[in-house]
């Protein structure tokens, strides 16, 4: 009589064979395709703190509105590091010494 051992490790190679010769010999998976939208508008920038424009004749889609708030946000942002100071700074004498770390404290036990 065949033993259950041999009959398991038979069913699983045959599987993974099939798995092999499935992978092998099946066609190629047809690449995925990416739907481009037009451009509906076009953006304008005359200079660094204006905001953009968008041609009269179209009407704005919501992906150019939020690409005008990411822009307006984006330049907010700049405005603000120019003024913005660093925290460090050079003036402070760098920690040479030991530093003394907490002392290990037994465990209470009730």
Known sequence: MIGSHLVISAVLTA???AGCFTYL???PIASVKVDQQPHLGT???S???TTASISAD???VENEKAAIAYLEAA???LRRALTA???ASNDELPITGRIPLPKK????RP
Do not use: K, N, V, W
Request: glycine share 0%; net charge positive.
């Open 105 to 108: 404290r037994p465990i209470p």
């Open 75 to 77: 330049q907010a942002i």
């Open 85 to 87: 100071q660093a925290s």
């Open 58 to 60: 179209t009407q704005p």
């Open 47 to 49: 200079a660094p703190d």
């Open 15 to 17: 599987a993974a064979l």
């Open 25 to 27: 010999l099946r066609p």
């Open 43 to 45: 953006l304008t920038f």
